[in-house]
């Protein structure tokens, strides 16, 4: 079946330690979205990719980047976690922006992120 | 600045109960407004409406939106444990998502 696959479920890291979160999709959906959500809140978009071309939403910290190396991967990058980064990331994909036409977003598990 | 709003934050309901969840929205350029339901992972999606007054409907899910009111609602009827979850709204304004708080919907066996 289609998907959206999120690796790990489950990430532990220290204060400060770069970790690494990644998004895989078989939808081959153009746009690739990353939100964090944090307990009883509404995700937050962090950033999406349309294709290649990045865009980062304004109130993004710089410790959060991204990479999409093909269409069917996206990576989220934490280069210094804080404790005020632990969240469940989620990636979605849709078919298209929505400029184009009308497109829900359909999301991956998750990746609940613990700082310690 | 565009808002979303839901309401009842939280909810409590039995089993076979009929309950509705509201959605208020405040943006500059609403282009449509989606329905998804969280459990204890990744939303997942339920509708999508565009225009004021058709109702879309899913086995005992419905939900339906005024343009006028500037609001949704989604029903659900004949309650079950299983739609125990997190209901988030969100409105495309903008080619983008502006999401609602959600509503917490607790079904009692």
């Known amino acids: 079946d289609a998907m959206v696959i999120q690796n790990p479920r489950y990430q532990v890291t220290q204060f400060g330690k770069p970790v690494t979160l990644s998004c895989s999709q078989t939808?081959?959906?153009?746009?690739m979205y990353w939100y964090q959500q944090k307990s009883s809140q509404a995700p937050k978009l962090l950033f999406h990719?349309?294709?290649?071309?990045?865009?980062n939403e304004a109130d993004t910290p710089d410790n959060f980047q991204s990479r999409r190396p093909n269409t069917s991967f996206c990576f989220l990058d934490i280069r210094s976690p804080g404790l005020g980064d632990a969240a469940m990331y989620l990636c979605a994909t849709s078919r298209d922006l929505a400029r184009y036409s009308y497109n829900e977003q359909f999301f991956g598990p998750g990746t609940r992120l613990t700082v310690l | 600045e565009d808002k979303v709003v839901q309401s009842p934050l939280s909810l409590v309901v039995h089993e076979g109960d009929t309950v509705t969840l509201n959605c208020s929205y405040e943006?500059?350029?609403?282009?449509?407004l989606l329905w998804y339901k969280q459990e204890k992972k990744a939303p997942t999606f339920l509708f999508m409406l565009?225009?004021s007054g058709i109702e879309k409907k899913s086995g005992r899910l419905s939900s339906i939106l005024d343009k006028k009111e500037l609001s949704s609602i989604l029903n659900i009827t004949a309650t079950q444990t299983g739609d125990s979850a997190i209901y988030l709204c969100?409105?495309?304004?903008?080619?983008?998502?502006?999401w609602g708080a959600g509503t917490k919907l607790i079904i009692k066996p």
């Open positions: 969100a409105v495309d304004s903008n080619y983008q998502l502006i």
């Open positions: 565009t225009s």
């Open positions: 943006v500059t350029n609403f282009r449509s």
């Open positions: 939808l081959n959906h153009n746009v």
């Open positions: 990719y349309y294709d290649k071309d990045f865009n």
